[in-house]
């Protein structure tokens, strides 16, 4: 495995130590940094750990709607609106898995797929009133949509 960049952690060609992704050369400390690349240093850095947080939330949301269909399989209690409404539910968080590695990975369609997600989660959870909901689908909302993370996510840079 070669060298990675410091700041959006993609491979590095061997030739230039300026990252073909970012465009921040790698040899820079942080202080060095002009305004511009310290803004897409942080968002890079802000986009994966979004993934991350998106793949934990799907793998919990996948692994609790299985868990509500199991206790209920021999006892008849198991009803057609139960099944339909956990699977939909465990394949949001299937979705949600995939998303998280698209944005770790900084894949293209991952910018629209987040705008999607992180949009309706955001109208589900005011609809709900749920506070906490507001707060974290806001604040992925923002991390994949706002200007500097369009450029890193749709390859603009």
Partial sequence: MG?????????????????????????????DLE???KLVAYFCRGIRVIGFLVILYGILMTFS??????PTIGKNMI???????????SLFGIFSIFLGVGLRRYYKWSFWGG?????LSLILSILSLNIIGILFNGLF?????????????????
């Fill in 3 to 31: 060298k990675r960049c410091k700041y959006c952690l993609k491979p590095l060609e061997e030739t230039s130590d300026v990252c073909a992704f970012c465009k921040i050369d790698n040899t820079k400390s942080k202080r």
């Fill in 35 to 37: 305004k511009h690349e």
């Fill in 65 to 70: 709607f299985v868990g509500l269909l199991l």
């Fill in 79 to 89: 009803t057609t609106p139960v099944i339909v409404f956990a699977s939909i539910m």
């Fill in 115 to 119: 705008a999607i997600l992180f949009s």
């Fill in 141 to 157: 909302l923002y991390y994949t949509v706002n200007r500097t993370s369009r450029k890193i996510l749709l390859h603009k840079l």
